[in-house]
Structure formats: C-alpha cells, structure tokens
C-alpha cells in the first residue's frame, strides 16, 4: 500500500535559519499533501495544504512544494524561531484508498536552538 | 467553540477488559477519524467514516469496533483489552471538501497492564 516516510526523526537548527523537513511517498502520487504541527500532549494542528497539481504553497513563513517527479514535499520554515520546535507531520490523501482517507508518515522533531 | 471532544483523556485498563472512547464534534463534519499514535511514531489511522451509518477500516483495524449513529459522535470500542492497545488515541473530524483539513481533539492515553 501507499507509504508516507519522513526520512528525518530530528532536525537541530541554529535560530534564524532555515529549516527544511522532507516527505517522500512511494508509488502513485496522492492528490494532495498536507502538514501538521503538533506539541508534546497535544492534537496536530493544520499548517498547509498543496495539490497534486500545484508546485508550491505558502503561508507567513511556511513554504510547501510538491514535486511528483520526485515523489517529494519539502517544507520550509523560514526564519526559524524557538517557538517553531515543534513535531511536523506529513499526511497524503487522495490515494485508492479514497480521497479522503488520510494517512500520516512518522513526523519529523525540529528543535530550533536560541 | 469546542471542536472535537475526547473523552476520558487517560484511562488504565486491564488485559481482557472493555471500553469505549468517546469522540464529539460540534463543526457538522461529516467525516471522522480515528487515529492511535505510538512513542516516536507517526499517527496509525484505525477507523474512519465519512458520513452517519457509515465506516470503513484504515491501517491498523484489529482489536477496535466503531460506530456512527450520528454526524457528532464517533465511539471507538476496544472489546479485549491487550497490552498491543496502550497508545494515545486521537480523533478528528472534517468537511469532506477535498484536502479540507482535519480537526483533531486532545487524544486519549490508554494503558493496558
């Protein structure tokens, strides 16, 4: 069946910089893609959404591409702050397990060093 | 503005033993979800349902029955408790538009012993 992989478990980076979290399915591209935050306790919450059709997405400091060639999504957060450590989810949906059954890879734990 | 209500938020169970978990949403999703999540891992989807009366197996559907008798609530049942089941359970609720994004409560932490 479809697989969602987030190769990166963590991700340590300096404050003010960049961060950039991979998604990588395997198979069929989904019809979309989307991203979550969640803190320690808490549900994810919803950050962005891009279509299969769209190569990039954004919102204040968050950037998402799509890249089907690829089988990829990279997320970026820019200008990176403490408040930003947080777990990050990536989630598919769209796959021929029904538009919408939504699946989630592993997430990946950015700490944002001050 | 409450969103999605899980109910209890922790619960200890013994090995053989039942419950339900409950889940309210207040938004008229018609879709919802359950998800466990384990230590390190990502979110495992159980059950879903895309509208009253009816549901359909995700991932991980072993061991949990569901139930949606209405548009607000979506109960998970766990019927013989194992110690495979400790996890914290979230559940989530959305449009249906597609790619609409998904409203999760604050989850369930279940330990089986």
Known sequence: SQKIEQNSEA???QEGKTATLTCNYTNYSPAYLQWYRQDPGRGPV???LIRENEKEKRKERLKVTFDT???Q???HITASQPADSATYLCAQGGDSGGYQKVTFGTGTKLQVIP | NAGVTQTPKFRILKIG???TLQC???MNHNYMYWYRQDPGMGLKLIYYSVGAGITDKGEVPNGYNVSRST???FPLRLELAAPSQTSVYFCASSSGQGGSPLHFGNGTRLTVT
């Open chain 2, 24 to 26: 309210a949403q207040d």
């Open chain 2, 71 to 73: 548009t607000e609530d």
């Open chain 1, 11 to 13: 991700l340590n980076i």
């Open chain 1, 69 to 71: 060639t690829l089988k």
């Open chain 2, 17 to 19: 033993q039942s419950m």
């Open chain 1, 46 to 48: 919803f950050l962005l």
């Open chain 1, 73 to 75: 999504s990279l997320f």
